[in-house]
């Protein structure tokens, strides 16, 4: 017998019972071990959209997981019974031109966050998936750490379409879970001059225990206003910039801070639709945007 969370309505979760679901040749069956609460779990279960996406009930729950394998399909090669495994979400078709194109994440068709029920989302007892898209985690690597991967994944796929290399300047605007994220995979790429802003001094707190070179908390000025700021605290415009707070004036400061021939890259999605300074836009900065990701 399966578990699993269901949400059946705008703030009406519901853990619910119901069978195994059959695997099929290429599926492996998971014991989920480790499950995260994305942002968007959370806005869909309890605003009932996600960007311009509505509610459409029932919905499973959760997307950032790991767990063990606990059976696989007759063509299943590459896991066996036990293995632990890190899942990467979604349902590519494989045949479309994105996904031809090495662009699975964008693939029209895929179901990346919740597939209705009966198949729940990660957060369940079990979860069937493709066996391609669990990923076999070497044995320095946890079951906890291993569902972190995913939201981790998407920070480095911004932070790679971005160009962060060595010696480049970063601004990191939202020291939530991705923005943090962000922080490790630009440090680990060599950035040497990261800015994390956010409303809250303690999630700033956190920022500089994990590497940040400096931090600013963001009071409420005016984009312009703040985007200086930040040249003053950073001593240059950094050349990249990732939004992560899905603030339509954090976007706007974004935008304004980062140099002429820079890349703003917007990893948070907002609630609504944004107004941005379109007479800023066209010197030479390039925005682009990151919210799913390749295999890493």
């Not at 090495?102 to 066996?131: I, M, Q, W």
């Not at 801070?257 to 390039?286: E, F, I, Q, W, Y």
Request: hydrophobic share 35%; net charge neutral.
């Amino acid at each position: 017998m399966n578990s699993y969370v269901v949400i059946r309505g705008v703030g009406e979760l519901r853990l619910e019972k119901g069978p195994v679901q059959d695997i099929e040749a290429h599926e492996v069956l998971v014991r989920m071990s480790w499950v995260g609460i994305c942002g968007s779990d959370v806005s869909l279960a309890f605003k009932g959209k996600l960007a311009d996406y509505e509610l459409e009930p029932p919905l499973g729950v959760g997307h950032e997981a790991s767990g063990v394998v606990a059976k696989c399909g007759s063509g299943v090669k590459n896991l066996k019974a036990g293995d632990r495994v890190a899942l990467e979400p979604g349902d590519p078709c494989g045949s479309c031109q994105f996904c031809r194109g090495g662009h699975y994440n964008t693939c029209e068709t895929s179901c990346f966050h919740s597939s209705p029920v009966p198949n729940p989302g990660c957060l369940s007892r079990y979860y069937k998936h493709r066996a391609d898209l669990c990923h076999k985690l070497p044995d320095t690597v946890s079951l906890e750490e291993g569902a972190l991967i995913e939201p981790f994944a998407v920070a480095i796929h911004a932070c790679r379409r971005s160009g962060v290399s060595m010696g480049t300047s970063v601004l990191i605007c939202g020291a939530g879970p991705l923005g943090l994220l962000g922080l490790v995979a630009a440090k680990a790429m060599g950035a040497s001059n990261i800015l994390v802003t956010d409303i809250k001094p303690k999630r700033l707190e956190a920022a500089k225990r994990m590497g940040a070179h400096r931090t600013l908390l963001a009071d409420g000025s005016e984009p312009r206003a703040f985007a200086q700021r930040v040249r003053q605290t950073m001593g240059c415009m950094p050349e990249v910039s990732l939004e992560c707070s899905g603030v339509e004036s954090a976007l706007a400061s974004t935008i304004y801070a980062t140099r002429m021939c820079g890349v703003v890259m917007v990893m948070g999605l907002p609630a609504k639709d944004v107004t941005l300074p379109s007479s800023t836009l066209p010197s030479a900065r390039s925005t682009s945007g990151a919210c799913s990701d390749t295999s890493t």
